[in-house]
């Protein structure tokens, strides 16, 4: 298993652009309330602070992402090959 700071930096890769506010945003709608700041600092793997709720929304979304990516994909194939 990789150590934290490798994978906090894979899952940082992997966040799409405006990820930190969307993670905020979704964090609030829970009732759970961060500055951006701190969700940015969490996601650091150059920074200590560690917070388990912050880096599971991170997953979540990174995932979320990926399957949208990949219903892209598949529709922009679709359209280049039609039947």
Known sequence: ???RKESVAQLRKNLPYGSF???RARLMNKGIRFSLQYI????D???P???QIIIEEAIKLVAEDSVRMH????KIELLNNPS
């Open 1 to 3: 298993m990789k150590n």
């Open 21 to 23: 506010q969307k993670i």
């Open 40 to 43: 940015s600092r969490c996601l």
């Open 45 to 47: 793997p150059d920074q």
């Open 49 to 51: 602070d560690y917070n």
């Open 71 to 74: 219903d892209l994909r598949q």
